[in-house]
């Protein structure tokens, strides 16, 4: 059973969720990470509470997401994971009709969010003894090709790729791996719309298959329990019917 730490973020719900339980049950410590305390608390129900530690905060509020480490290092004594998981979608609009305010708000969450919680994680893995650790960024589908009306998502995501990169670079002698996973229409409740239909490259509105989320986690573990020797930089799991290869 592991005896290592990981702090989550977003996992009050869908991939941060799945995430949380699937490493609780090879042994992982766990510092839970989401903006409401009530959906945490879900996520916590039926772990170990010595293991499993709630930590309410906004990743886009600096002094939040120190506090959120601190409270981990000293619950636990180091973190051995981050897994970056927070993010928003923004309101579905043409680029002609998105909103600026609408456009900072998705880049706070998904990137600026993403650089502090990293920032954060990093600072204590290059200082804690044994020195190292890893991040687990993630990106999506979209990091790779956008859906319509959908530009501070996909450009956000693009951006964890540079974030990914640059981690990995940095990390190097610090014993830090950074690793991303792309994900493709995993089945939570933010793509339950998805077997309704949505918009398509071509201006069609079609249904897309999704794949059970605990496939997701199975995913994420692998990574997250690599020797630090290993690393897997960038891997891509998603509903094997998507239109993804080939989309538009």
Not at 62 to 89: H, K, S, T
Not at 117 to 125: G, K, Q
Not at 183 to 196: E, F, K, L, P, R
Not at 210 to 215: C, E, I, R
């Amino acid at each position: 059973m592991s005896q290592q730490v990981a702090v989550i973020t977003g996992a009050g719900s869908g991939v941060g969720r799945a995430v949380a339980r699937e490493l609780a049950s090879t042994g992982w410590r766990l510092a839970l990470v989401g903006r409401r305390a009530e959906p945490l608390a879900e996520t916590a129900a039926g772990l170990d509470p010595e293991r499993a530690l709630v930590l309410p905060a906004d990743v886009t509020d600096e002094p939040q997401v120190e506090a959120v480490f601190d409270a981990a290092a000293a619950q636990f004594g180091r973190i051995d994971l981050l897994f970056n998981n927070a993010g928003r979608f923004g309101p579905s609009a043409p680029v002609e009709e998105v909103a600026a305010a609408d456009w900072r708000a998705v880049v706070d969450v998904n990137l600026t969010g993403a650089f502090l919680c990293a920032r954060a994680a990093f600072r204590r893995m290059k200082d804690q003894r044994p020195q190292g650790g890893r991040i687990v960024n993630n990106g999506s589908i979209s990091a790779h090709v956008p859906r319509p009306h959908a530009i501070a998502y996909t450009a956000t995501k693009h951006a964890i790729t540079g974030l990914t990169r640059a981690l990995s670079l940095e990390g190097r002698p610090y014993r830090i791996a950074c690793g991303q996973l792309d994900i493709g229409n995993a089945a939570t409740d933010m793509t339950a719309a998805m077997s309704a239909g949505v918009r398509q490259a071509d201006g069609r509105v079609a249904p897309e298959p999704t794949m059970d989320v605990a496939d997701v986690a199975r995913t994420v573990r692998h990574m997250a329990e690599l020797p630090l020797e290993a690393n897997v930089q960038f891997a891509t799991v998603m509903a094997t019917a998507m239109p993804y290869i080939g989309r538009g």
